[in-house]
């Protein structure tokens, strides 16, 4: 069974940091190659964050973030890192992390995900 677990959301003020984690099941690595961060605000669509293609380690990114946000993996490539940095207010939203077969633009396409975790919330106050 596919498992992702999502931890590392909280409260931070503007130009704060947080690092997320997605805790990916062993069966994850073999049914998913692409494990992608989203984000959802109350009355708003979820929209892609970042994502990253486990087994060559290519990495994607929304324009929105770029150059403060950044995934990564350890080299077990069981858990999937998302470093926040710079963070504005409307970065505050429910983070999810998710997996699917295709990676890069997908980020567009929730819909190409399969398995999705829980979620984290990340609150940015000013």
């Known amino acids: 069974q596919v498992h992702l677990v999502e931890s590392g959301g909280g409260s931070v003020q503007t130009g704060g940091s947080l690092r997320l984690s997605c805790v990916a099941s062993?069966?994850?690595?073999?049914?998913?190659?692409?494990l992608g961060w989203f984000r959802q605000a109350p009355g708003k669509e979820r929209g892609g964050v970042a994502n990253?293609?486990?087994?060559?380690?290519?990495?994607y990114y929304a324009d929105s973030i770029k150059g403060r946000f950044t995934i990564s993996q350890d080299n077990a490539k069981t858990t999937v890192y998302l470093q926040m940095s710079s963070l504005r207010t409307d970065d505050g939203a429910m983070y999810y992390c998710?997996?699917?077969?295709?990676?890069?633009?997908?980020?567009?396409?929730?819909?190409?995900?399969?398995?999705w975790g829980q979620g984290t919330q990340v609150t940015v106050s000013s």
């Open positions: 062993r069966y994850m690595y073999s049914a998913s190659g692409c």
């Open positions: 990253i293609w486990r087994p060559g380690g290519g990495t």
């Open positions: 998710a997996a699917g077969t295709t990676c890069g633009t997908t980020l567009s396409r929730p819909d190409r995900y399969n398995y």
